[in-house]
T-cell receptor, first 110, second 109 residues
Framework: DVKVTQSSRYLVKRTGEKVFLECVQD?????MFWYRQDPGLGLRLIYF???????EKGDIPEGYSVSREKKERFSLILESASTNQTSMYLC?????????FGPGTRLTVT | QKEVEQNSGPLSVPEGAIASLNCTYS??????FFWYRQYSGKSPELIMFIYSNGDKEDGRFTAQLNKASQYVSLLIRDSQPSDSATYLCAVSGHYQLIWGAGTKLIIKP
């Protein structure tokens, strides 16, 4: 059974803080993704990675960066958190047939 | 810009009836099409994928693909209250999936 885990289910941070969201998958998938999901806006792709140390910007990369030093781990970094980054963050990994999601991290920036 | 369009709903269907969810996409080169279900506060989970024109059935669910018209649909037969959720359509891109915004489905007992 594929498992994608995220480091926190709920997170509260202050404006200006550096925030790290961690994601780990156990199925040796090459492709991993970070999304944010907001009511009425659906899933929006922030960054994705198709191999270790390889990354590509998605639709909304501004204010975010990523790191993939090992195949199983893909981290999302908010360099200086702002209130408009309050959202649900979903990590996913993909095989040719399915994209598997982690449980999500609900981040609140105050 | 590749796009996937869905009616946001909510779509309200009586229990036991057929729910029909539709999705259109802009990229004629898309090869794979996916339907995900997302319960409130949970992550999306795959219901079905389809690659070929025509119908694909899995239990109460049927996915229909028409590449010439660039639409894909999901039929849910004998709808149950537990089917109440948001249904997301996704279409394959190069590495990533292109997502629709989802249709909220409400099954009324």
């Amino acid at each position: 059974d594929v498992k994608v885990t995220q480091s926190s289910r709920y997170l509260v941070k202050r404006t200006g803080e550096k925030v790290f969201l961690e994601c780990v998958q156990d199925m040796d998938h090459e492709n991993m993704f970070w999304y944010r999901q907001d009511p009425g806006l659906g899933l929006r792709l922030i960054y994705f990675s198709y191999d270790v140390k390889m990354k590509e910007k998605g639709d909304i990369p501004e204010g975010y960066s990523v790191s993939r030093e090992k195949k199983e781990r893909f981290s999302l970094i908010l360099e200086s958190a702002s209130t408009n980054q309050t959202s649900m963050y979903l990590c996913a990994s993909r095989d040719p047939y399915e994209q598997y999601f982690g449980p999500g991290t609900r981040l609140t920036v105050t | 810009q590749k796009e996937v369009e869905q009616n946001s709903g909510p779509l309200s269907v009586p229990e036991g009836a057929i729910a029909s969810l539709n999705c259109t996409y802009s990229d004629r080169g898309s090869q794979s099409f996916f339907w995900y279900r997302q319960y409130s506060g949970k992550s999306p989970e795959l219901i079905m994928f389809i690659y070929s024109n025509g119908d694909k059935e899995d239990g109460r669910f049927t996915a229909q693909l028409n590449k010439a018209s660039q639409y894909v649909s999901l039929l849910i037969r004998d709808s149950q209250p537990s089917d109440s959720a948001t249904y997301l359509c996704a279409v394959s891109g190069h590495y990533q999936l292109i997502w629709g915004a989802g249709t909220k489905l409400i099954i009324k007992p």
